[in-house]
């Protein structure tokens, strides 16, 4: 077995590496930003849950039903910077996803493996579907391996003798901010806890930097941890209810395997595996392989989507790219052989990439990609269970939202200015009233009891006069309200099935029931 060279953050090889990472993040972000540019040319809008980070972004918050609250911060800074510009919207997340590129080189310096080596992981993790798709558009996903990928750094740097000070500081810093990103953060922190446990490295867990580190990272967090207990542990009934009614794909073992190596690229799993398998094998660097192993049976055992595994990949990646290195260094005629084939290799590995581009990134317009997936006997399968569309719904869920704003204002505008004076928007879940708060002008408030629109409150929206999206018959509204008419459609046909069957209702003179401001509870959906 190759015995693995000690690195110090103060090595030589550190600012080459440095180098070669910014390489390639930045090809990484040009590519996000030239993707976001053409999107918007072609066609495709804002995805349905931007509009509900947005919104999220106009309420700061140290919480919130469904996510962490860093998204928020990411949704506000963006739009104060960008306004509504497509691109401005995504840039941070593209910046994110760069983010994760470059540790995945800092990640395999850190493992020995030189320029060669780095190369090679952060070439997979750079064409990588998983991550082309989420670093593509407004999200707390895009940001999950900045935050995970650091601790990781920061504890190989610490078992090889840098300064446990610092590098615990390090930690408790991204684990905490990674808390506040997405509570998913919690599962890889138990893991990466479990599987230093069972290693010999677990000598680190017990010192008073380590100490300091974790009380760093609860510190941090502490504040989502306080609005969860004041709003009775929202995000908690939230998973309950999705786990209750079925919300999410539940995968069985061996699916869910497979689609790790779908989302992350066929050849990519020659690279990810092979790192796996060297970690596995290496007792001083076990505890790695340990912490991947504990966390995806974890999410297999949690009927999680199969996506959630995917920030903690890149450090499989570059203990592949380390392996890699390894096989090849003790033979001199396979490193001249490499020489002249890594040039073919690269192109190779970025044509499949250019050929598989498409699935996961809006590139082309609906009527080609219908033809594309065909052509390739694409699976149009989604991973919430019951959505169904023409096209798949990470596509269909950026069709539609103009349309219905643009109905909406016209219904506003044709009523009598007494009506319009107390009218009031009842929107059915977070798209919805997220397109009209962010794409409607001066339209009036738009409540909903989806997630967190539920906790922002009725915003004296009563039942005089109403203007609801609902997929419910008229005979529904004409049993509560004296008036009921049809004032639009939401039928996008290339929008999901369950918002095309909706129409935009005006009802005068609603029930009690109906009202808003004095029924608000029976209101509140979270899912």
Partial sequence: MTRTTVIQPSDPTLRPALRL??????????????????????????????????????????GYVDQGPLVAVQARVAETLFGHSLLGIRLLSALGGAIRVALTGLLCWALGGRRSAQSLAMLFVLTAPIYLALDGFLSMNSWESAFWMPCILALILILRGSSPRLWWTVFGISAGLGLLNKPSMTFFLIALALALLLTRQRKVLFTRYAAWGVALLVLIALPNLLWQMHHNWATLEFLHNGRVHGKNTRLAPLPFLANQIFILGILGAFVWIAGLVRLLRQREQRWLGLTYCIFLVAMVALGAKDYYVAPIYPFLFAAGGVAWQQRFASNARVQTDRAIAWPIFTVVVIVLSAVFLPAGNPILRPAAFLKYAHALHLPNSDSESGR????????????????????????????????????????????????????????????????NYWLWGPHNVGGKVLIVISGDPPQHFQNLCQKVQIVGDMNHPLAMPFEQRKKIYLLHNCSEAQSPERNWAKYKFYY
């Fill in 21 to 62: 990472a910014l390489v390639f993040a930045a090809i990484k972000l040009v590519f996000h930003i030239a993707a976001a540019l053409w999107q918007h040319h072609i066609g495709y809008g804002y995805f349905r849950d931007e509009f509900y980070y947005i919104a999220c972004g106009r309420h700061l918050a140290w």
């Fill in 388 to 451: 169904r569309a023409i096209l798949p719904q990470f596509y269909a869920d950026r069709f539609g939202w103009q349309e219905e704003v643009d109905q909406i204002t016209a219904a506003v505008e044709r009523l009598s200015p007494e009506d319009r004076a107390q009218v009031g928007i009842i929107a059915d879940n977070y798209g919805e009233a997220g397109a009209l708060d962010f794409l409607g002008h001066d339209l009036p408030p738009v409540v909903s009891g989806h997630n």
